[in-house]
């Protein structure tokens, strides 16, 4: 007999030694949270919303689970968030100036058993009628949960929009070497699996987003973790060339969560968070790539005290970082 979704939760997380707890008791008729960030395509709306959690769970350094919820979350508050999103969180100023929105629920958008289609075809909706100038909406999911058939029709639904808005799939591979990415970090992903959904996200002229932690697993040294992006982005430089498809790197430098074996082994003295300086130097490292780069520099209040990547005296390089994330611009990390 399968595994309920909710028995998956838990499973996955005592697999991986996670010993957070979830937030069932959050009013499921509103979002976890929100954010606008500045890209390239313009303003940029990050939103999680409440459901279920991922049901993969295992990743060691995540603890983004302990945001949402156990328990299945019906599509109707699901739906209720959604308007509450474009209702109150949105005047309609916000709305008009929004180029792009990232969408997310801590996990797979596209899982149909942990986020409700109806309330993703409704999201697009009202999108649709409120953002007009929208150009991209990104859904984050594991590769496993994307269906092409499913990706049709939001393609289509997107069209209809007083701007035609471009879909973009946001996996996340981690980092590049195998052995670190799933026998460490336990991502249970290969890269065949990226590559096919590249592929097909390219044929339907989709965008890829491909997220990367710097510096995911404990004793791993500043050097090491550079080389490991600088191997991803020639990957992904070569997937994109293959494919013509359109990737982006988002590069989010790790930072401690509670409740995870991270956590445990920075406070054995084990893991330390990348410096700054590094992470400059891994975007610095996309230049004549076919590839662009977002570094997120959101730990979203989740960092342990002292867990953060950002320290006193990074002011000024993460202000350099930010004007990169506006404009490309590879001379502002000179």
């Not at 100038?133 to 999911?141: G, M, N, Y």
């Not at 004549?288 to 006193?312: C, Q, T, Y």
């Amino acid at each position: 007999m399968s595994r309920t979704a909710t028995e998956q939760i838990v499973e996955n997380s005592q697999l991986a030694g996670k010993t957070y707890g979830f937030d069932d008791g959050h009013n499921a008729s509103r979002p976890v949270d929100h954010w606008f960030q500045d890209a390239r395509e313009g303003r940029t709306l990050f939103l999680i919303l409440y459901t279920q959690a991922c049901r993969w769970s295992r990743c060691v350094g995540c603890n983004l689970p302990s945001q949402v919820s156990r328990a299945h979350v019906p599509y109707d508050r699901i739906m209720d968030q959604v308007d509450y999103v474009f209702d109150e969180l949105l005047p309609g100023d916000e709305c008009r100036k929004l180029r792009k929105i990232i969408l997310s629920n801590n996990g797979s958008v596209l899982d149909e058993d942990t986020f409700s289609t109806t309330a993703l075809l409704y999201f697009v909706a009202k999108m649709n009628r409120r953002c007009p100038s929208v150009a991209v909406l990104t859904l984050e999911s594991r590769p496993e949960y994307i269906d092409e058939a499913e990706l049709e029709v939001l393609a289509r639904a997107l069209r209809e929009g007083a701007t035609t808005t471009r879909l973009e799939l946001a996996v996340g591979l981690e980092a590049f070497d195998e052995r670190v990415r799933n026998d460490v970090f336990l991502k249970g992903l290969a890269l065949p699996v990226l590559a096919r959904t590249v592929a097909m996200a390219a044929r339907h002229g989709f965008r890829i987003k491909a997220y990367f932690m710097l510096k995911p697993v404990p004793e791993m040294s500043e050097e090491e973790a550079l080389r490991d992006v600088e191997q991803g982005l020639a990957y992904l430089d070569e997937l994109a060339r293959t494919h013509d498809a359109e990737i982006n790197m988002h590069l989010n430098p790790t930072y401690v969560a509670s409740g995870t074996p991270l956590a445990a082994a920075f406070a054995a003295g084990r893991f330390s968070p990348p410096l700054l300086e590094t992470v400059r130097r891994a975007a610095l490292a996309s230049e004549g790539k076919r590839v662009s780069v977002f570094v997120g520099l959101n730990d979203e209040g989740l960092a342990v005290p002292g867990g953060s990547f950002l320290r006193p005296g990074d002011e000024a390089l993460a202000a350099q970082l930010e004007q990169f994330n506006r404009t490309q611009d590879h001379a502002c990390l000179r």
